[in-house]
């Protein structure tokens, strides 16, 4: 079945720096990527959708600048983190599509910034 | 606009006890139903599926019918076990290519 990698699965990381996370469709091609954020105990919201090679389009509230969304390749999708704060702590996950067999999920990434 | 409602928890049942999560939602157009699992520290994982109305979709013994006329998709299990502890969510898409709309999560423990 199709797989969605996502690396790292944690990370910590100190206040003020950046961090990416990358989002791969190992077998199947993702003309479509979701990521989405849940914060403890809550469920999870659409951050943002990225096509390959277009700019990806942010939900109402979320800073496109603090989260940068990269959709290089159709097997490709890396969000990063800019000038990460204590409340930018949160379950990061990807999900990714073909248009056509469904949506995949990755296991996501616990980001917990000190 | 479209939304799910979910039935909040959390929910703590004994081992072999009868589950039932319920799930409502409501969609402009024809939305195919989820129900996906998030074990502790993991991702999430589908669970079932059903994409029209009166499909009944079934997985490790858990079941969910759509309903189209009560636009609800409850989750069922006869018999949990302690390894169904997890957080079960309840999701809609309306077109493939879209975007998931997702209950808050219904958080289940089970006890031996």
């Known amino acids: 079945g199709a797989v969605v990698s996502q690396h790292p699965s944690r990370v910590i990381c100190k206040s003020g720096t950046s961090v990416k996370i990358e989002c791969r469709s190992l077998?199947?091609?993702?003309?479509?990527m979701f990521w989405y954020r849940q914060f403890p105990k809550q469920s999870l919201m659409l951050m943002a959708t990225s096509n390959e090679g277009s700019k990806a389009t942010y939900e109402q509230g979320v800073e496109k600048d603090k989260f940068l969304i990269n959709h290089a390749s159709l097997t490709l999708s890396t969000l990063t983190v800019t000038s990460a704060h204590p409340e930018d702590s949160s379950f990061y996950i990807c999900?990714?599509?073909?248009?056509?067999?469904?949506?995949?999920f990755g296991s996501g990434t616990r980001l917990t910034v000190v | 606009g479209d939304s799910v409602t979910q039935m909040e928890g959390p929910v703590t049942l004994s081992e072999e006890a009868f589950l039932t999560i319920n799930c409502t939602y409501t969609a402009t157009g024809y939305p195919s139903l989820f129900w996906y699992v998030q074990y502790p520290g993991e991702g999430l994982q589908l669970l079932l599926k059903?994409?029209?109305?009166?499909d009944k979709g079934s997985n490790k013994g858990f079941e969910a019918t759509y309903r189209k006329e009560t636009t609800s998709f409850h989750l069922e299990k006869g018999s949990v076990q302690v390894s169904d502890s997890a957080v079960y969510f309840c999701a809609l898409s309306v077109n493939t290519g879209n975007q998931f709309y997702f209950g808050t999560g219904t958080s289940l423990t089970v006890i031996p």
């Open positions: 059903a994409t029209k109305a009166d």
């Open positions: 999900s990714a599509t073909d248009n056509h067999y469904g949506y995949t």
């Open positions: 077998d199947f091609q993702a003309t479509t």
